[in-house]
């Protein structure tokens, strides 16, 4: 889906370069992990901390900080291990910018301390991502926030695919949004079975069962 690009203020910049045997220090780094990190990664940045010195909005226990990384790729993508490597080595919420052949993309996972150990961080399986926009796209201010963690969501808000329901909490949507992805997979298996099927009774279960998950679709959609 197509997100803004933030402009983040300057007292926030940081631009500092991380050495990849940084974060594989803090992570089980497999030799999957090590040669994905050597062929489609250039260079890791730590480009901006979003937090109390540094924007003025007040920390909470669930965002005390926010941290924007810039990926500079060597290709056209990265695998999302690379991302979960990063993102567990890193102890506070990022949001990734992601700068390959294509332009810039952002993505970022929901990320929360555990509930039974604050000192551990809980990733969300799934990537939100933006779609590739050129790198000369002029760059929006932050939206407003009272706090880090609500600007925390908003941005990850802007990345996912489906808005929020009225009064619908983030782990809600978030929830929502992977019963929408589950039941879309379903949708398309029985598209393929349908078009492959031969027997006109098999077909019309099959349209039956796909008209049931097209309706769920919708429920979920909206």
């Known amino acids: 889906m197509t997100a803004p690009l933030y402009q983040y203020p300057t007292t926030t910049l940081l631009g500092r370069v991380v050495a990849?045997?940084?974060?594989?220090?803090?992570v089980r780094a497999t030799a999957k992990l090590r040669e994905r990190l050597r062929d489609e990664v250039a260079q890791i940045t730590w480009h901006a901390k979003l937090a109390h010195g540094t924007i003025n909005l007040t920390g909470t226990?669930?965002?005390?900080?926010?941290?924007?990384?810039?990926?500079?790729?060597?290709?056209?993508?990265?695998?999302?291990?690379?991302l979960r490597a990063i993102d567990r080595?890193?102890?506070?919420?990022?949001?990734?910018?992601?700068?390959?052949?294509?332009?810039?993309?952002?993505?970022?996972t929901y990320k929360r301390p555990s509930q039974t150990d604050p000192s551990q961080w809980v990733l969300d399986d799934h990537?939100?991502?933006?779609?590739?926009?050129?790198?000369?796209?002029?760059?929006?201010?932050?939206?407003?926030?009272?706090?880090?963690?609500?600007l925390y969501q908003q941005l990850l808000r802007s990345l996912l695919s489906t808005p929020a329901r009225r009064g619908e909490?983030?782990?809600?949507?978030?929830?929502?949004?992977?019963?929408?992805?589950?039941?879309?997979?379903?949708?398309?298996?029985?598209?393929?079975?349908?078009?492959?099927?031969?027997?006109?009774?098999?077909k019309v279960a099959i349209n039956a069962e796909l008209r049931s998950i097209r309706e769920k679709i919708a429920d979920?959609?909206?």
């Open 89 to 108: 080595a890193i102890p506070f919420p990022i949001l990734f910018e992601l700068h390959g052949t294509y332009g810039i993309r952002v993505t970022a």
């Open 169 to 202: 909490a983030l782990p809600d949507q978030l929830e929502r949004l992977k019963a929408l992805e589950s039941l879309k997979k379903d949708a398309d298996k029985l598209e393929k079975r349908l078009r492959n099927e031969k027997q006109f009774n098999r």
């Open 20 to 26: 990849k045997q940084r974060i594989l220090a803090h």
């Open 127 to 150: 990537y939100a991502s933006s779609d590739w926009l050129p790198a000369d796209t002029p760059r929006q201010p932050l939206p407003t926030a009272i706090d880090l963690k609500q």
């Open 220 to 222: 979920y959609d909206t």
């Open 61 to 82: 226990q669930e965002v005390p900080e926010l941290q924007v990384f810039v990926i500079t790729l060597k290709g056209e993508d990265l695998h999302r291990d690379v």
